[in-house]
């Protein structure tokens, strides 16, 4: 027979099972938004007659909302409704994708993506500290499984803009993905408050200069600029590494690749974190990751540099879950400060590490500017390997 407690325990994992179903979709539209950026340019310089230094703002514009309010939320975490943060950051979101379809020319694209990034910001900086709440014991198989469903949305992404495209109009892409927003907003608006054990602490000075020094937040951070350099690298010069060594027809597929190969990478690290614990798939992950480089950009030449392409995705994608994974391990109590180190260190890696890669094509050419990426990925196995043997 079944009692009260009983009764509280379902509706307690319904409303659990929700919470998440609602934090996944948000974090699939927030990687098709930011992965229709790269699609759209070429179709912004032919409707506005946009110049290419202004469509290199484009990426700046969208990070640095982004950064300062992800930041934000992560300093006043615990004294404001996680709730009603996520609520703001979902409906902003969806309403600048919505507002980026209006826009009248280039300069009010890159101010309505400033917004958008803004709105992002404080969503991203909630959604995942929710998460770890919700999944005490189990931060790393979610955190992995949230990462794969941005990848799923950054697939996505760029899909919806060829299919506006011929459907006569690119504004329909941003139009259809802000519509998609609003069934997150009414099923968090109607959601009960989320059944979480503890949450966040507010956070001190007291108590950042105590996240500052904890060695896996020290390890997650120069982890995750070092893999998520390889990535920003990935994904602005990819396809031109392609140029002439794959097919005319093959050139842009091999950023979809990289992509998709992100969906099975990430489900496989969040399963596998459990069994083999963050630090030891951290060195694995890195050292496929190494491999799968050396293999792509030294040996590999025409199809075989796709088949490259998807070993590094595959290895690449659960880096960054796994390192967030364990460092909020470490200390739970301040997850939202923790997930604000890794989205302000990731977003200047990203946008860095192509930056100065870009200086070594104009001195020497592409296929030294990818080997490159042999670097962060020794620094990422270097790091690890002192955290599995100085702290285990």
Known sequence: METATDDEVILEFDSRRWWTLAIFAFIALEGATLQMQGAIIPVLRADFGTSQWKLGLVAPAGTIGFLIFAAGVGAVAGRYDTRTLLLLGIVGTGI???????????????????????????????????????????????????????????????????????????????????????????????????????????????????????????????????????????????????????PKSLVTVSLSVLLVAYIPGR??????????????????????????????????????????VFCLGLSLSGLYPTLMAYATESTPEHSAPINAIGLVVSSCSIAGVPAAMGFVIDGTNIVWAMRLLFIPLAGLLIVSAIAWVRIG
């Open 267 to 308: 489900f496989a690290a969040g399963s596998l974190s459990e069994r083999f614990g963050y630090i030891p798939l951290t060195f694995g992950l890195g050292g496929l990751c190494l491999l799968s480089a050396v293999y792509t950009f030294m040996l590999a030449s025409g199809l075989t540099v796709l088949v490259g």
């Open 96 to 246: 600048g994708v919505f507002v980026m379809g209006l826009i009248p020319s280039f300069g009010f694209f890159l101010v309505a993506l400033i917004l958008r990034g803004a709105f992002s910001g404080i969503g991203r900086g909630s959604d995942r500290p929710l998460l770890s709440h919700l999944y005490p014991h189990r931060r790393g198989r979610l955190f992995g499984y949230y990462d794969m469903m941005w990848a799923v949305g950054a697939t996505l992404g760029p899909l919806a803009v060829t299919i506006a495209l011929w459907a006569g109009n690119w504004r329909f892409a941003y139009y259809a993905l802000g519509a998609s927003f609003l069934p997150v907003v009414i099923l968090i608006w109607y959601l009960p408050n989320p059944s979480v054990d503890g949450g966040d602490d507010p956070l001190t000075l007291a108590e950042l200069r105590r996240i500052s020094r904890n060695p896996a937040v020290l390890v997650m951070a120069a982890g995750i600029l070092f893999s998520t350099g390889v990535e920003g690298g990935l994904f602005t010069w990819l396809t031109t590494y392609a140029e002439g060594r794959l």
